[in-house]
C-alpha cells in the first residue's frame, strides 16, 4: 500500500503548463544581478566607501545624534525693550470687562499674564460654560486675520472707500443694519449718527434664538418689550412651561437666585415644577417633572388659568394649583412659549398670582433680548422684492441661524452692496461682498446694559491679534464722525453722564439712576384653548445644548468636548427620544465592545423640510411622541475643529409635527458616562425637605464597622499610620449636591486653568478624555432594593431591571474630581512613588516621577486619574489649538503641560494654593477663609463648591465638614478623602 | 612654642596694619570718586556728555582752576573769568552741580585724571597669573615623579650590585616588572580582584557621567551685550534689586528691560572697558541718539535676546520673591559671586539634589511674620524646640515644586 502519493499544486500543474513548470524548477524568476554588480570592477575599486566605512559612518553618526541629544538647547530670555508699568513678569492681573457675543451675556474678570488673557472669572455673577471658553475662542487662528473683498485680502483703507462710495451712491434703496440684540447704549446712539449719514437706513435686530412670544405679549400687555427680571429665591412655587432658565433660556445668571431659595438649612426651600418635553437642566433640577408634549403648553397653561379661577384643573396639574393657590405672590409661572397668546396667559397667571413686583417684575425689565423675527422676515421680502440695497450684519448669522435660511441666502443675491462684520468667515460673511472682521470680546471697548438701572463696561486686554477692527470703529468710519476711536467716543459718553470713568473701568460696572418704569395696567385679552393635541402625531422640541448654545463659538474645542450634562456625550448633536417611543420604531443605544456607545441612524421629514441620517440618542424624561434636537451644531463654515459636526436643526421649529424612519446603519457616540444609574448604592445620598426638617442627618446614615471594640464609624477604624493633618493648613473641597445644577461651568473653568487637552471623538470614545473635573449624572430606576424584597425578586433580576432608568427620571448630578484621599489606594500602588501625600492633606502627582504603569488608575475607586497618552500640544493629529501657536498663549504658565505617557489628575489647584500662601507670607499675615479658591470653587454661581482651610475653625469648610449632611464618596472603603458631598435634598411634595 | 607665638604676634600686628591703612586708602580713591560723581555727565575720554570729555583736562587747565570750577561753576562765571564765561557760553544752560570736595578729595580726584586707567592691560596680566598658577602645580608633580623615578633606579642599581656580590642572579627593572606581572596573571584570583576593582571604577565613572547630564555648572554663554555685573554690581555698587525688581515680587527675577538701563545710560554712553560699542547696542534696541541725547520717533525698537543661563526644566516651579523675599536667601547663596563676574556663569548646580540639600539644612524665619505665627506654635509641640527647616514645613513634599 505504499503508494506514492503525487499533490498538484494547482491545476495548471495538472495539466504540465510549460510556465509553471519552469517557474517550479527556477525559484528566483529573475536572477539577481550579482554578476553584474560585482563584476564592475573598475566601479568598486574607485568607490571610497567601503562596507566597513558605511558601518563606521553609520555608528558615528548614531554617536553623535546621542551626545548631540545630551548638549542643552540655547534658550533665550528676551526681556521688553520698555517695560508696560503694570506688568511685572510671573503676576497676573486681572481686568474687569463684559462678554456678550449676542447670546452670552456676563460681566467677568479677565486674567491676564504677561499681557495675555489666560482665564475668565466670574465677576460676582454666575456665567456659563461658554463665557468660561470664549478666552479660547479668542486665540482661535480660525478667525478672520484680514478685511476680505469677495474672499480676498484687502485693506481697511480701499474697503472703507470702496464701502463708503457705494453707500452714497444708494439713492432709493433700504440700507438695512442687521444686529443681535445690541446691549450698549454707545452703540445705539453711534448707529444713529450711521442712520443719519445716509439715505433711508433701518436698524434691525433678531436673536438666533427667537424670544418674540414674551416680548411681544409684555409690549401688549405691559407697554414694554422686555422680558421681566425674576427673583426666584423670593419663591415658594416655581412652574416653569419648558423654559431652561438654569440652562440657557432668557439670562445666563438665575442659577444663583434659583440656589439662593433653596437651602434646606434655612427649613426653607422653593418647590419646583416642571412641565416640559425634553429633559433639560432645569427639568433635572426640578423636584417634580411633568412630561408634556409641545403643543400642550398652551392647553395647560390655559387650562391652570382657568384652575386658578375657579375651574376644574387637568389632573396633571391638580397639586400645582393647589401649591399656587397657597403662595399668591410667592411663586413664578414662566414659560419658554415663542408665542404671544401663550405667554399672555402666563402673563395672566401671574397676574391672578399678584406675583407681579414680588417675585418678577416688568417695571425692572431686563434687556437682553429684544430681536424682532417679524422685521427679519419683512427684510427678506424687501430683499427679494429689490428694495434693500445695502446689507450690513453684525453679530449674527442668519444664512445660518434663520429657519428660513435658503430664502435668506437667495434674497442676498438682490441686494447690492453686503458687508459683514463677522470674527469669521462664516455661513453669511462668505457669501458677502466685504468683510470687515470684528475684534474678538477681549480686545474690544464696550459697554452693555442688559437690565434696568444697570450698565458693565468692556475693555480690551490684549492687543488685536489680527488685522481686525471693532465693529463700532467701522461705523465710525463709515458714518465719517468726527471722532478718534470708539473709545474715546465711549469714554465720553459716560463721562458726560457723570460717570467716574477709572473708577467704573475698574470696578467693570456701575448702577445708573434710572427713573423706574411704570407699566401700563395689565388687562388679560389672550385666547385661552381648551384644545387638547392629538395623541398620535410626534413632534418636534428644539433646545440650545449647554455645550454651544446657538452655535456661535462651535469653533471652540472645549465646548465641542464639553460633555451635555444629560446625555453625557460630546462632539455631536443628535435626536434625543424616549425609550418607549424608540421602541415603537426600533431604534435602539448599545455599547460595542470596548463599551463604547452606538445608536441607530433615522430619517425625519416634516412638510417638505427633511433632514437624513441623523443619529439617535434614547433619552429616559424625554415626553413620549416627541424628539429633541440641539440647534448650534451642523456648522457649514467656522474654522476646523467645529466644521462638520452633527446637523443643522434650525430649519425646524417647535411643536412642528414631524415622520420618522429608521434607515440602516449605525451612528458612534462620544459618550463619556457608560452606565447610568447607581444600581442601589448611595453614591449620591438624597432626602427629602420634610424629612430633613424632622432629622437633619436623614439620608446620611454613616456607615459603621464591627470591630473588636464594638461597632466603629469608618474614621475610627484603620490599619494604617496616619498623616499629621492637624499642622498647618489641610485643604478641603466641599460640594453640595442640592446646589449643583450640573451646569458644568466648573468643567470649563478647570480646563483652562490646568492646561487641560482636547483629544477628541475618537479618543473620547476610547474612553480617553482628559478632563480632570467630571460631572456624573445619574437616572433614577423604578427597581429598588427594597421594592425587590417586597416582591420577592431575585438579585439578577433585580440588578437587570435596575440597570434602567425610569422613564420620567429623577436626576442627580455629582462634581467628582480626585478626591484627595487621605488613606489613598493610588500612593500606595505606585512603583515609584510619583503620588505622593502632602501634609496639607493633598494627593500630589509628580509627572516628572511618573512611569505610566497606570497601576494607580487601576486602584483609584473614584476612577479620576486620566492617563495622558499623546503628545496633545504638539501634535497634528490633534489639531485643538493647543497644537497651534495662537492656541498655545492660552496655556497657564503656572502649571507644566505634560508629556505623553504619564498620569494626571485633579491636583487641587495647587498653583492657586502656593500662590495664595506665598502672598500671605509676603506680606505677613494669616490666609483668610475664601482667599484661596479652586478654579471649580471660583467660579460657582451656586456656592455648590466650597474650599477652603479645615484647620481653621472659622472656614466655611470647617463648618460645613461637620454638617449633618457631608458624607465621603464610597464611605465604606474608608479612604478617607479631603472632598466631601453634602446629601441632595428635594423638597417633593 | 616660643616661635609659634612670636610668628603669631607678628601676624596680628601685620594684619591690623592693613586694616589701619585700608580706609586711607579708599578715602583717596580717585576713580571711586569720579565714578560716583562725575561720570553722569562726563566721560575720562575725550565724547562730549552732558560736559565735555576730560582727556587730558589737568594739562589744558591749571590746578586752581579746575578747583575754582569744581567746587562752584557758577559763581566762578559771575566772578568774570574770562576762560569760565567763554566755557558757560559754549554749554549752557548745563549748569555743572557744585562739589565741595575736600583737598585730599581734589588730590586724588586730579591725580586720576591726569593718569587715567588702561583697562586691557590689567585684564591681559590677571589672565597671566592664573596660567602662571596652574603650571606651578604640574611642574612640582613632574619633579616628584622624576625624583621617584631616579630613586627606583638608584634603589635597583643598588640591589642589583649587591647581588652581583652574593653572586646571585641579577635583574633588569624591566626583567622584574615582567616577572612580576607573570606572576600576578598566573593567578587568577587575582584576576578576578582586579577584573571586579575596574568594574567598580568603571561603574563608579559612568554613574558619575550619567548623572551629570544636563547639569550646567559653570554655563557660560556669550551674550549678546558684553555687559559686565562685575562692573555694574561690583565696582559701582548697585543693588541687584535695582535692575531685577521683580526677584522680590514674583516667580521669575526678570531681566531688566531695556528702558532700566536707559536709566543710567541715558547720560553714561562710555563704558570702562568697552567704550561705546556696547552701550551702543542698548541705544540701538531702544532707538537712542547719544550725540543728540534724544530718542529717535517711530524707532522700531528690537528687545534685547540674552541667552538664559539659569535653565529650570519645565516640570520644576521655582519662585523668586519666596526664597528672596519672605527666605531672605541672598542672591548669592545660589548665583554665585555675581558682583565679580564679568561674564556671567552659572555657579550652582540647579539639580533636585542642590534643592533638597539646602531645603533640609535651612531654617525658616518665623518669627515676625504672622503667616507663621499659628504653624510656629504647632511645629514646637510637634517637633519641640524652636527652630524648623524648610523640610519640617513640608518643602520636600513632591508638589511644592512639580506641579
Known amino acids: 500500500m505504499s503508494e506514492i502519493k503525487k499533490y498538484w499544486k494547482s491545476l495548471s500543474q495538472l495539466n504540465e503548463d510549460p510556465i509553471v513548470k519552469r517557474l517550479s524548477e527556477n525559484e528566483f524568476v529573475e536572477e539577481l544581478p550579482v554578476d553584474k554588480f560585482l563584476g564592475d570592477k573598475k566601479n568598486l575599486s574607485e568607490s571610497q566607501t567601503s562596507r566597513r566605512d558605511f558601518l563606521k559612518f553609520l555608528g558615528f553618526s548614531t554617536a553623535a545624534a546621542t551626545l548631540a541629544a545630551c548638549e542643552n538647547p540655547i534658550k533665550k530670555s528676551i526681556p521688553y525693550v520698555i517695560k508696560p508699568e503694570e506688568i511685572t513678569p510671573g503676576i497676573a492681573n486681572y481686568y474687569a470687562s463684559t462678554i456678550y457675543d449676542g447670546y452670552d451675556y456676563a460681566s467677568v474678570l479677565v486674567k491676564t499674564r504677561e499681557g495675555r488673557p489666560i482665564k475668565i472669572e466670574n465677576n460676582g455673577t454666575h456665567s456659563n460654560a461658554r463665557v468660561q471658553a470664549s478666552v479660547l475662542s479668542l486665540y482661535d487662528s480660525g478667525r478672520l486675520q484680514y478685511p476680505l473683498k469677495s474672499g480676498k485680502e484687502i485693506d481697511w483703507k480701499t474697503l472703507d472707500n470702496e464701502v463708503k462710495n457705494k453707500l452714497q451712491e444708494i439713492r432709493n434703496g433700504k440700507i438695512i443694519l442687521l444686529t443681535s440684540s445690541i446691549l450698549s447704549p454707545s452703540t445705539k446712539q453711534l448707529l444713529q449718527n450711521f442712520i443719519n449719514k445716509y439715505n433711508r437706513v433701518e436698524h434691525a435686530m433678531f436673536d438666533s434664538v427667537p424670544y418674540d412670544g414674551i416680548l411681544n405679549a409684555n409690549q401688549e400687555s405691559f407697554g414694554i418689550r422686555a422680558i421681566p427680571s425674576y427673583k426666584f429665591h423670593k419663591t415658594n412655587i416655581i412652574v416653569s412651561f419648558g423654559a431652561d432658565f438654569l440652562g440657557n433660556w432668557g439670562a445666563n445668571n438665575y442659577a444663583s437666585d434659583y440656589v439662593g431659595g433653596r437651602n434646606p438649612k434655612s427649613g426653607k426651600m422653593s418647590r419646583h415644577y416642571q412641565l416640559e418635553t425634553n429633559l433639560s437642566l432645569t427639568g433635572a433640577n426640578a423636584d417634580k417633572r411633568i412630561q408634556i408634549k409641545p403643543s400642550e403648553q398652551a392647553y395647560l397653561l390655559s387650562n391652570l388659568y382657568a384652575a386658578l379661577n375657579g375651574s376644574s384643573a387637568d389632573k396633571r396639574l391638580k397639586s400645582i394649583v393647589k401649591d399656587l393657590k397657597k403662595n399668591t405672590g410667592k411663586s413664578i409661572v414662566l414659560s419658554d412659549s415663542n408665542d404671544k397668546n401663550t405667554q399672555l396667559i402666563v402673563n395672566a397667571i401671574n397676574q391672578k398670582l399678584s406675583n407681579y413686583s414680588k417675585t418678577l417684575d416688568i417695571s425692572i425689565p431686563c434687556y437682553l433680548k429684544q430681536g424682532d423675527t417679524e422685521r427679519v422676515h419683512s427684510l427678506i421680502r424687501e430683499m427679494e422684492l429689490g428694495e434693500v440695497s445695502a446689507l450690513i450684519t453684525y453679530n449674527v448669522n442668519p444664512a445660518y441661524t434663520l429657519a428660513d435660511n435658503k430664502r435668506f441666502i437667495k434674497a442676498l443675491k438682490q441686494v447690492n452692496l453686503t458687508v459683514s462684520t463677522s470674527s469669521y468667515n462664516d455661513e453669511t460673511a462668505e457669501l458677502m461682498d466685504y468683510v470687515a472682521p470684528d475684534h474678538h470680546n477681549l480686545e474690544s471697548w464696550g459697554d452693555a446694559k442688559p437690565y434696568y438701572n444697570y450698565v458693565s463696561l468692556m475693555q480690551p486686554t490684549i492687543s488685536p491679534l489680527f488685522n481686525t477692527r471693532q465693529f463700532q470703529d467701522s461705523i465710525i468710519s463709515w458714518a465719517e464722525m468726527n471722532e478718534v476711536d470708539y473709545y474715546s467716543y465711549l469714554k465720553k459718553f459716560w463721562s458726560n453722564k457723570g460717570i467716574k470713568w477709572n473708577q467704573a473701568l475698574h470696578d467693570g460696572d456701575f448702577n445708573l439712576s434710572e427713573s423706574k418704569y411704570f407699566p401700563k395696567r395689565f388687562v388679560f385679552q389672550g385666547k385661552l384653548t381648551d384644545n387638547k393635541t392629538q395623541d398620535k402625531n410626534i413632534e418636534i422640541a428644539l433646545y440650545e445644548s449647554i455645550a454651544l448654545g446657538d452655535g456661535a463659538q462651535a469653533n471652540n474645542p472645549w465646548l465641542q468636548e464639553f460633555p451635555d450634562p444629560i446625555t453625557r456625550a460630546c462632539w455631536d448633536n443628535y435626536i434625543t427620544i424616549s425609550p418607549s417611543t424608540a421602541r415603537d420604531f426600533g431604534l435602539k443605544n448599545w455599547n460595542i465592545s470596548n463599551g463604547a456607545l452606538n445608536g441607530s441612524l433615522v430619517n425625519i421629514k416634516s412638510g417638505n423640510i427633511s433632514l437624513n441620517n441623523l443619529p439617535v440618542m434614547i433619552q429616559p424624561g424625554q415626553a413620549n411622541k416627541t424628539i429633541g434636537m440641539a440647534v448650534g451644531y451642523g456648522r457649514k463654515k467656522c474654522g476646523k475643529a467645529g466644521e462638520g459636526i452633527g446637523f443643522n436643526a434650525n430649519n425646524f421649529s417647535n411643536s412642528n409635527f414631524i415622520t420618522i424612519e429608521k434607515i440602516e446603519g449605525e451612528y458612534e457616540f462620544a459618550c463619556t458616562q457608560l452606565h447610568h444609574t447607581m444600581m442601589g448604592r448611595d453614591i449620591v445620598k438624597e432626602t427629602t425637605l420634610a424629612d430633613y426638617i424632622k432629622d437633619p442627618s436623614s439620608g446620611n446614615e454613616r456607615l459603621e464597622f464591627s470591630t473588636y471594640k464594638g461597632k466603629l464609624p469608618s474614621n475610627k477604624v484603620t490599619l494604617y499610620d496616619e498623616h499629621d493633618l492637624k499642622t498647618g493648613h489641610f485643604w478641603n473641597l466641599s460640594i453640595d449636591l442640592s446646589s449643583c445644577i450640573g451646569c458644568g461651568e466648573c468643567v470649563v473653568s478647570c480646563q483652562a486653568e490646568n492646561n487641560i487637552p482636547v483629544v477628541g471623538k475618537e479618543e473620547v470614545r476610547k474612553s480617553r478624555d482628559m478632563h480632570w473635573l467630571r460631572i456624573d449624572r445619574y437616572f433614577s430606576s423604578e427597581m429598588t432594593k427594597e421594592l425587590a424584597v417586597e416582591e420577592k425578586i431575585s438579585a439578577i433580576d433585580m440588578f437587570s431591571e435596575m440597570e434602567e432608568p425610569s422613564e420620567n427620571p429623577e436626576v442627580v448630578f455629582q462634581p467628582v474630581m480626585c478626591q484627595h484621599c487621605n488613606s489613598a489606594p493610588c500612593e500606595n500602588v505606585c512603583p515609584v512613588a510619583a503620588t505622593t501625600h502632602s501634609s496639607e492633606g493633598l494627593n500630589q502627582m509628580t509627572y516628572n516621577r511618573c512611569v505610566g504603569t497606570r497601576y494607580c488608575a487601576n486602584n483609584c475607586p473614584y476612577k479620576v486619574r486620566r492617563f495622558n497618552w499623546f503628545q496633545y500640544a504638539e501634535n497634528e493629529k490633534f489639531d485643538y489649538h493647543m497644537n497651534d501657536d495662537y492656541g498655545k498663549m492660552v496655556l497657564n504658565p503656572d502649571v507644566v503641560v505634560r508629556s505623553r505617557g504619564v498620569i494626571e489628575k485633579c491636583s487641587m489647584c495647587i498653583q492657586r494654593i502656593q500662590d495664595i500662601k506665598l502672598e500671605a507670607k509676603k506680606n505677613g499675615d494669616k490666609i483668610k477663609d475664601k482667599d484661596a479658591q479652586t478654579a471649580c470653587s471660583a467660579v460657582c454661581g451656586t456656592n455648590a463648591l466650597v474650599f477652603g482651610d479645615r484647620n481653621d475653625q472659622n472656614s466655611e469648610v470647617a463648618k460645613l465638614r461637620e454638617d449633618e449632611r457631608a458624607y465621603d464618596l464610597l464611605d465604606h472603603l474608608n479612604v478617607r478623602p479631603s472632598v466631601f458631598y453634602q446629601t441632595k435634598v428635594r423638597n417633593k411634595g | ?403
Not at chain 2, 586708602?25 to 560716583?36: H, P, R, T
Request: aromatic residues 10%.
Open chain 2, 1 to 403: 612654642m616660643i616661635q609659634l607665638d612670636f610668628w603669631r604676634n607678628r601676624l596680628v600686628l601685620f594684619s591690623l596694619f592693613i586694616l589701619w591703612f585700608t580706609p586711607l586708602f579708599a578715602e583717596v580713591d580717585g576713580e571711586a570718586l569720579f565714578k560716583s560723581n562725575c561720570t553722569a555727565c562726563h566721560s575720562i575720554g575725550e565724547n562730549r556728555l552732558i560736559g565735555p570729555g576730560l582727556k587730558g583736562i589737568t594739562e589744558k587747565r591749571d590746578r586752581d582752576w579746575l578747583i575754582e570750577w569744581i567746587r562752584n561753576s557758577q559763581e566762578f562765571i559771575k566772578s568774570g573769568d574770562s576762560e569760565a564765561v567763554k566755557l558757560w557760553e559754549e554749554w549752557q544752560p548745563s549748569v555743572m552741580t557744585p562739589f565741595y570736595f575736600s583737598d585730599e578729595e581734589f588730590d586724588a580726584l586730579l591725580a586720576y585724571l591726569e593718569n587715567p586707567p588702561a583697562e586691557e592691560v590689567i585684564s591681559a596680566s590677571a589672565d597671566v597669573t592664573d596660567i602662571g598658577e596652574e603650571s606651578d602645580n604640574t611642574t612640582i608633580l613632574l619633579i616628584i615623579v622624576l625624583v621617584l623615578t631616579g630613586l627606583v633606579s638608584v634603589l635597583f642599581s643598588v640591589k642589583n650590585s649587591l647581588k652581583s656580590s652574593l653572586n646571585q642572579e641579577t635583574q633588569t627593572i624591566a626583567e622584574t616588572l615582567l616577572n612580576e606581572y607573570r606572576n600576578f596573571t598566573s593567578n587568577n584570583l587575582n584576576l578576578a580582584g582586579l577584573g571586579f576593582i575596574t568594574f567598580i571604577i568603571l561603574a563608579k565613572v559612568g554613574y558619575s557621567a550619567m548623572l551629570d547630564i544636563g547639569v550646567t555648572t559653570n554655563y557660560q554663554p556669550k551674550q549678546p551685550i558684553e555687559f559686565s555685573h562685575k562692573i555694574h554690581a561690583g565696582e559701582n555698587g548697585i543693588d541687584c534689586n535695582y535692575c531685577h525688581s521683580s526677584a522680590r515680587h514674583s516667580k521669575t527675577s526678570g531681566i531688566p528691560s531695556a528702558n532700566v538701563c536707559m536709566n543710567c545710560h541715558e547720560n553714561i554712553t562710555n563704558g570702562t572697558k568697552t567704550g561705546t560699542k556696547e552701550i551702543q547696542k542698548i541705544y540701538d534696541a531702544v532707538g537712542y541718539d547719544p550725540d543728540t541725547r534724544k530718542y529717535i520717533d517711530d524707532y522700531h525698537q528690537k528687545p534685547i535676546e540674552w541667552i538664559q543661563i539659569h535653565n529650570l526644566p519645565d516640570l520644576a516651579y521655582f519662585n523668586h520673591a519666596q526664597h528672596v523675599s519672605v527666605g531672605g536667601i541672598e542672591c548669592q547663596t545660589c548665583h554665585g559671586p555675581v558682583e565679580d563676574m564679568d561674564e556671567v556663569y552659572q555657579h550652582a548646580e540647579l539639580t533636585m539634589g542642590w534643592c533638597v540639600e539646602c531645603h533640609r539644612e535651612t531654617e525658616v524665619e518665623m518669627a515676625d511674620n504672622n503667616y507663621y505665627t499659628h504653624l510656629h506654635e504647632q511645629l514646637k509641640n510637634k517637633y519641640g524646640g524652636d527652630k524648623f527647616t524648610v523640610e519640617q514645613i513640608g518643602g520636600l513634599e513632591c508638589a511644592k515644586c512639580h506641579y
